[in-house]
């Protein structure tokens, strides 16, 4: 009966949160909905220009590039791309 107790609080344990706040898709210890890289593991949630993007996963990290539009996607972000025709410049 104990261990079947001791079962039960411990499923509890680990349902509840995940309830609550979703999930760590990424397993930085920052739950999806708060975090800024759900996809990337980014534990310090270092965001630089402040766009909403965290810089582990942000294409143009030191200019705010809110819709992540990447013309010829090439990586860099359209805010700081300095050839956005050219795809093998950055």
Do not use: W, Y
């Amino acid at each position: 009966m104990v261990r079947k107790i001791r079962c039960v609080l411990l499923l509890a344990l680990l349902i509840v949160p995940v309830a609550l706040f979703g999930c760590d898709t990424d397993m930085d210890g920052i739950f999806d909905p708060a975090d800024n890289c759900p996809m990337v593991a980014n534990f310090n949630q270092l965001d630089s220009d402040l766009d909403g993007f965290g810089d582990s996963c942000d294409n143009c990290p030191n200019n705010a590039n809110v819709d992540q539009e990447d013309v010829d996607q090439d990586g860099a972000g359209a805010a700081c791309d300095s050839n956005d025709l050219n795809p093998f410049v950055q």
